[in-house]
Each structure stands twice: as structure tokens, then as C-alpha cells.
């Protein structure tokens, strides 16, 4: 299974089901993952409380009420949609980039597919289902309740039924039918179609797959499938960015070299270089399918302490992140896609990680463009309980995610999950199964985990992956106050996992929280002195880090703050940004901004 990402050109086509959906919330039904209503039998529009609700958008900050903020269980989507009749001879290919977390999808009220799990893309295609020249009735039932087999895992509490004496008295705390779902991660777990919606049109004779691995060296080799080869000839040509052909062959299968082959490099290291590979399927000496797909020609490689990309050393100056913003929630939006990576370039960032949960293929291509390094992150936030975890449907995301961003020069690495339970005796084989699983789809990347809860002596996984993550929080989670002790502490901590592993490190995540505004001489806690000094305090020991080659590089946690569920150490949401959730700088930015933009030119670092 593979997905292409979506394209117009000569052949190809979509119409956007993105605008107003007609909405429904089930009422509150425990989260059961069975739909107890065949809605898609009706019509929504209907419904006395039917709504409408935008795509892509999260909906639990649309409403007025908390019920919908904070609904656990079933909403419908419904849009009707004229196809027209001239496109009869296209296959109909219905495609969401992204669900959270369970959907139904229903093409005139019949079931087409399902989809588990929220920020991958899913297809299916629709043509038998499909009404040409008509009005075509589009539904999908979605569900956002996490258990210990989702992923990410959370925990499900459901009072069943109250307990009553013979007087009637209730006995129980909490009320019939109370349902409380908490996710083990911080951030809102946004709800809903979150990225676009598209009928994909694509000839009966179709590009199915394209694979382009190329490096540093010049050397290539691609390979790709159609849906039926008979009495189609394949026409492949390689341009670079001046639109020049510097290689053709008539093969679905190819490899050479390409004298001076223009590189991609990270922003600092050099220009971010793009080619393309175009596939043509000819029949009768007529078009009838073409793809174009980006790569660039770049090399990752490690050592046990070092990061390489194209044979030179690369220290990663990022940021963690999340697809979060007012109103919108995890919805996509350009918008606030290109303002965060215009404000990550202003900061001399040059890399970053998809916390936690990949994020929109928009955004990758302009990772490549920009020349932004990325860590792309499965959404195993938080894995705990090892007996219950779905290692079967964790391999599934990976192998997805992999498959969605295999040919992104920027994506450097992967990440198999963040602060997993690591230290559980039953976790290595867990995660061994994931190792493989990656190496065995991609030998060109290293793959990774971040630690979290565990440390370098008891963690049973570390020692399986390429390059090591590490998430510290001295002078906030631990030793909340004594701002002196970070620079020694974070160098021992780092260091011992160095002596351990002798693997290279990134500190994926450090920092502090801070209220916008809120300003205290000498500092104290969730003031943004305070923020600021923790971060000072760090870097001091980045810097001894660095120079005796035991980090690889370091991430702020986080670049902007985000919203989070309700819990006694968030103030509306985790306030670690180093800008405000409207992406205004905080003090932090500026030292991080200065400290970033001296290292930025990575040939001034050894
Ligand atoms: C994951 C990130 O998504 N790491 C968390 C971040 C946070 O601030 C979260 O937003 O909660 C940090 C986990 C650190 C826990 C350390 C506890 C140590 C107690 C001794």
C-alpha cells in the first residue's frame, strides 16, 4: 500500500471536498468504538441539532459549548457534492490526509473503508460507489476515543451505572454514565478531519508507487509501479532545477550516477537543492498518466557520536513543535504553516521534530524547499503498558509514515516514539520489531527514540537504535528552582548516556514554562526571566556537550505554546514556548535567536 501525494497536471485531477460540513454530535455513548446510529442511512442536514463545521479543522474549539470541547466519542460529517459527468472515465479515489483518530466513511450511505489512527493520510477508491452527473452524499463517522490499544495509548474510566440503596439514595461519586478519557501526553488531543478532503481523479491506468533514493555521490536509483503495464511504455526523465533532462530510460526501474550532481543541504550548510523525476505512461502514442516527484540528491550518515549528512558533521539547531493554534486546533492551515517556518528560519533554526504525530505533507515539501532538517515522529507519544500497546498497528504507522515521506531530502531520521515506558523488561522486543521494520523499508535513515522517563541505566532500547533522543528537564521537572545545578546536571546526565550507548545524542527536549507578560526580578517560576535562565543555564552545558562530541544537537521544547487537557500544572495550556501561542517572541526567543544564528553557518562549528 501506497499513497501518492496528490497532484494536478496534464492527466490528473481532484476536486476539494474541503468548506462546510454538515455536523452532528452523538450524544456522549461511552466511546465504544461499535457506531450504535446508522446515520449515514439519513440525511444529517436534517437533524434538529445538525450544525455545520469547517474542513479541515478540529472541532472541539468551534462551539460554543464545553460538551463539544471536551465530547468523547462519535461526530458525523456530512458534505453532498456534485461529480460531473465528464469525468466518468476517472477513477474516483477518496482521499483524507488526515482523521483523529477513528473514522467510518460512507459514500452514499453505503460503507466504503475505515481508518484507525489521526495524521496519516487513507484512500479509497469510489468509483463503483461514485453517482456521475448527480449529487453524491459523502459521510464519515469519527471517533477520538483513546484506549491502551490506540495510539497514542490513554486511559478510558466509564462509571457504568450508579449504585443506589433501596431508598434511592446515590451511593456512587460520580454520576451516571460519567466517562472521563485522558491521553499519556499533554497536549489537547484535537478532534475531527484536521487536513484536506479530496476526490482524486486519476486514470483507469494509473503510477501506483515511486521510490528515489539518492546521494551525495550523484549515484540514483528509483523505482516505480503502475497499475497495469500492458501495452504501456514507461517514460522516465530526471530534470534538474533548471528544468534540463539529466537522465531518461524507458524502464520502471533505474540507477546511475549523476556527474556533479547539485546537493541538497540544510539551511547553513548549503542550498537546498531539488530535482524531479518524471514517470509517463504512453499508450498508442497517447499520454495517459504522468507524476512528477521531487527528491534531492543527499547522503545521511552517523559515527558514535556524530550525525553526517552529505560526509559533513551536522549539529541540529531546532525546536519541538505541534500543529497548534487558536480556534483551528490541529487543523491545517497555511496560514500558520508558513508564518511557523518563516519565524523558524528568523530564529537560525535549521531542524526540527514532528512532535508527536507526522505532520501535513504540505509542510514536508516545504522542508525540502527551505532546507529545514526534519526527525519525522510516529504518534507513539507517551507508550506505556507494553502487554496491551498494539505493536501490530505501531509497525502500520511506521510503515505508512515512511511510505508518505520516503523521498523528503529534509526527513533525516525517524522517530519511533516519544517517552515511552522504555524501562519495562517487555519493551525491547517491542521496539525491536519497530527497528526492523524501519531498517528493513528504509536503509537510509537512522532510526531513533526519545527518551523520556527512563535513564541510561535501566533503559532496555536504547542500545537498538542508531542515534539516541534524550528529553531533560533540570531546573523544571527536576530541581524546579536551582538554576546553578542545571549546567552540571545536564552534563553528567548526558554524558553518562554517552558512556553508556556510545551512540550520538540530540537533546530533543529541555525548557521551562513561562506566562507571556509575566516578569519577576529575581526570577521565579512561569516567569519569562525564569524560562530564559533555564535556557541559558542549558546551553552552558550544550556547549561542554558539544565540544567533546557527546550531542549532535539540541531542541527547545517548544516552539510555541500550545493547548492543552486541564490538569493542575497547565494554566491554559503548556506555556513552554519560546513564542506565545499567537506567535508572539517571548524573552527566550531572543536568546535562543542569538544563540542559534552564531552557530547557524555550520562550517564556523568543528
Ligand atoms: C513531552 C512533551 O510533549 N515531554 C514532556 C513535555 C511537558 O512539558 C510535553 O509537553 O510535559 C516533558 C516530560 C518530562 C517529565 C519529567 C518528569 C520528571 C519527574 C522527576
Known amino acids: 500500500n501506497c499513497l501518492l501525494h496528490v497532484q494536478k497536471n496534464e492527466i490528473r485531477t481532484f476536486d476539494s471536498l474541503d468548506g462546510l460540513w454538515t455536523f452532528v454530535r452523538e450524544p456522549h455513548n461511552g466511546g465504544d468504538i461499535g457506531i450504535g446510529n446508522q446515520w449515514n442511512t439519513l440525511d444529517l442536514e436534517k437533524f434538529n441539532n445538525a450544525t455545520v463545521m469547517p474542513v479541515p479543522c478540529a472541532y472541539n474549539d468551534i462551539g460554543t459549548s464545553s460538551e463539544l470541547r471536551d465530547h468523547i466519542g462519535w461526530v458525523w460529517y456530512e458534505k453532498k457534492e456534485f461529480v460531473p459527468l465528464r469525468d466518468r472515465n476517472m477513477r474516483h479515489v477518496l482521499r483524507f490526509a488526515s482523521v483523529n483518530y477513528f473514522a467510518v466513511v460512507y459514500v452514499n450511505s453505503e460503507k ?4 484507525t489512527g489521526g495524521h496519516l493520510p487513507f484512500e ?4 463503483s460507489q461514485i453517482k456521475f452527473g448527480a449529487e453524491n452524499k459523502f459521510t464519515v463517522a469519527v471517533n477520538n476515543t483513546l484506549s491502551w490499544s490506540t495510539i497514542p495509548q490513554g486511559d478510558f474510566n466509564y462509571q457504568r451505572v450508579a449504585q443506589r440503596n433501596i431508598s434511592g439514595r446515590i451511593l ?8 472521563k478519557n485522558v491521553g499519556n501526553f499533554d497536549f489537547f488531543n484535537y478532534a475531527g478531519i484536521l487536513r484536506s ?4 481523479k486519476i486514470p483507469s491506468i494509473h503510477i501506483q508507487n515511486i521510490n528515489i533514493v539518492a546521494d551525495h555521490t550523484g549515484s540514483f536509483y528509483f523505482e516505480t509501479a ?13 530534470f534538474d532545477s533548471d528544468g534540463n533532462v539529466v537522465y531518461s530510460t524507458n524502464q520502471t526501474k533505474g540507477e546511475g550516477k549523476l556527474e556533479n550532481a547539485k546537493l541538497w543541504w540544510p539551511r547553513g550548510m548549503g542550498d537546498p537543492n531539488l530535482y524531479n523525476l518524471e514517470i509517463s505512461l504512453i499508450s498508442d502514442g497517447e499520454l495517459v498518466d504522468i507524476y512528477r516527484e521531487t527528491f534531492g540528491f543527499r547522503t545521511v550518515t552517523w559515527s558514535d557520536s556524530q550525525i553526517f549528512i552529505n560526509s559533513k558533521p551536522f549539529y541540529c539547531l531546532g525546536f519541538g513543535m505541534h500543529e497548534d493554534f487558536e480556534l483551528i486546533g490541529r487543523g491545517f492551515n497555511q496560514a500558520v504553516m508558513t508564518k511557523d517556518l518563516n519565524l523558524l528560519e528568523w530564529m537560525g533554526g535549521n531542524c526540527y521534530r514532528t512532535t508527536h504525530y507526522p505532520y501535513s505533507e504540505e ?10 532538517a526534519v526527525i519525522v515522529e510516529t504518534p507513539a507519544v507517551g507508550l506505556k503498558g507494553f502487554s496491551k500497546a498494539n505493536n501490530n498497528l505501531h509497525v502500520k504507522m511506521l510503515t505508512d509514515m515512511i511510505d508518505r515521506d520516503k523521498n523528503h531530502p529534509s526527513v533525516f531520521a525517524w522517530s519511533l516514539a516519544n517517552e515511552p515506558n522504555t524501562n519495562k523488561k517487555e519493551s525491547r522486543a517491542y521496539f525491536k520489531t519497530l527497528v526492523d521494520a524501519a531498517h528493513g523499508i528504509d536503509r537510509t535513515r537512522p532510526v531513533t527514540t526519545v527518551y523520556g522517563p527512563t535513564n541510561f541505566d535501566n533503559d532496555e532500547t536504547a542500545d537498538l537504535m542508531d542515534f539516541i533522543c534524550v528529553n531533560r528537564y533540570y531546573g523544571w521537572y527536576i530541581d524546579m528552582g536551582y538554576i546553578p545545578w542545571i549546567n552540571q546536571s545536564v552534563y553528567w546526565d548526558i554524558s553518562l548516556w554517552r558512556e553508556t550507548f556510545h551512540k550520538p545524542i540530540i537533546v530533543t527536549e529541555y525548557g521551562a514554562d513561562s506566562i507571556p507578560g509575566l516578569n519577576q526580578e529575581p526570577s521565579v517560576d512561569f516567569s519569562e526571566q525564569y524560562q530564559n535562565e533555564v535556557i541559558q543555564e542549558t546551553h ?3 556547549d561542554a556537550l558539544h565540544k567533546d562530541h557527546t550531542i549532535t544537537g539540541e531542541m527547545i521544547w517548544n516552539f510555541a505554546d500550545f493547548m492543552t487537557g486541564m490538569t493542575t500544572t ?6 513552554k514556548g519560546v513564542f506565545t501561542r499567537s506567535r508572539q517572541a517571548k524573552i527566550s526567543a531572543y536568546t535562543l535567536r542569538n544563540r542559534y544564528l552564531k552557530r547557524f553557518d555550520q562550517s564556523n562549528l568543528e
Open 112 to 115: 466504503v473503508t475505515s481508518h
Open 124 to 127: 479509497v477508491d469510489v468509483s
Open 172 to 179: 456512587s461519586r460520580l454520576p451516571d454514565g460519567a466517562v
Open 197 to 200: 478532503v479530496q476526490l482524486v
Open 226 to 238: 503502475a497499475s497495469s503495464l500492458d501495452g504501456v511504455k514507461v517514460e522516465v526523465k530526471m
Open 363 to 372: 509542510r514536508m515539501f516545504e522542508n525540502d524547499r527551505r532546507g529545514i
Open 540 to 542: 552552558h552545558a550544550f
Open 570 to 575: 497547565r494554566a491554559v495550556g503548556n506555556h
